[in-house]
Each structure stands twice: as structure tokens, then as C-alpha cells.
């Protein structure tokens, strides 16, 4: 989206680009957007992230206050970065700006990561599920033929086995009965 510039890293208290997160992620996208004081477009940003269809059902509800809180936070820091007459103020007002500034920004890196938190939650649950269900079907698979063959063993093959085994029984007598002169 937008890089960084060194002279707006060093205005939010030496930010560390790894603070940003991965490219093309959400944090990465709304805190490159405040850095580099396009609030507008970061407000916008996450409205369309928040009304994005998801894979997930139940991702608007636990992403929605989050999205809302960083909003605030964006327009708490656009407030003041841009305060009206930030140079008439003295240097402790000044320095107490600055610094609420920073508490604003890494507040919103925090719910930043509480976004991709709850990403991340689903998608594992998701995957968990996926894995539940198939592990199931195969059991259920596995039961079914283990089954079938128990079925086919005692029913089919069972009443084909007994009655080759009385077959042979019976000639095995006669045999022997033959053999002793036994009528």
C-alpha cells in the first residue's frame, strides 16, 4: 500500500517496521495509512474491511467493536497531530500531546493485533472443524466396511462354511464307519 518514510518513523517514537506487521494485512495497511497521516483513507479502509463478506459467520461480531475502537483512535490521533495552535502551547503541553499521541498509536497497534488475533482464531477453528469432520466421515467409513465384512463373514461366507464343514463331517464319518463295518 504506502511505505514508510524515515521522517514520519521517527515521529511516531521510533516506530519499528515490524510493528507494522506482514504487507497487505490489515495492521500493516491501517498503520502505514496513519503513519503516513492519511486518516481519511485508513477510517475508510476499515469500514470496508469491517462490511467485507467473510468466511467466517460470526467475524463482524467480534471484530466490529474492535474496528470501531481504532476508528476512535484514529480520529484521537488526527486530533492531535493536528492541534490548532500546537506551537502557542508550551513545551510541557506540547510534550503532553506528543505523548498521547504515542499512548493513541500503539493502543491502536494493539487492537491492530486484536483484529488479526481473532482472524487468525477463526481460521484455526475452522481448520479444526474441517479436521473433526473428516477424521469422522473416515471412522464412520472404516466402521461401515469393518462391518460389512463381520456381516458377510457370519451370514454369507459363515452359513457357506458350515455347510462345506458338515459336508466333510459327513463323508468323514462314512469314511470311518466304512472303515469299521459300522451300519
Known amino acids: 500500500m504506502g ?65 470501531n475502537h481504532a476508528i476512535d483512535l484514529i480520529f484521537a490521533i488526527r486530533t492531535k497531530r493536528n492541534f490548532p495552535g500546537l506551537s502557542l502551547l508550551t513545551k510541557s503541553k506540547q510534550n503532553e500531546l506528543r505523548e498521547r499521541y504515542r499512548d493513541h498509536f500503539q493502543e491502536l497497534k494493539s487492537v491492530m493485533r486484536k483484529v488479526e488475533t481473532c482472524q487468525e482464531e477463526l481460521r484455526l477453528s475452522d481448520i479444526k472443524s474441517t479436521t473433526m469432520l473428516v477424521k469422522s466421515v473416515w471412522f464412520s467409513t472404516v466402521v461401515v466396511v469393518i462391518s460389512a465384512v463381520v456381516i458377510e463373514i457370519f451370514q454369507g461366507l459363515g452359513a457357506t462354511f458350515f455347510i462345506v464343514f458338515d459336508d466333510y463331517l459327513n463323508k468323514s464319518l462314512e469314511i470311518v464307519f466304512k472303515f469299521f463295518n459300522i451300519e
Open 3 to 67: 511505505a514508510v518514510s524515515f521522517k514520519e518513523k521517527k515521529a511516531v517514537n521510533d516506530l519499528d517496521i515490524s510493528d507494522l506487521g506482514v504487507p497487505d494485512t490489515v495492521r500493516y495497511n491501517v498503520l502505514t495509512f496513519v503513519v503516513n497521516e492519511e486518516y481519511d483513507r485508513a477510517i475508510t479502509y476499515l469500514k470496508d474491511f469491517l462490511e467485507r463478506d467473510s468466511d467466517y459467520p460470526n467475524f463482524k461480531e467480534r471484530i466490529d467493536r474492535y474496528i
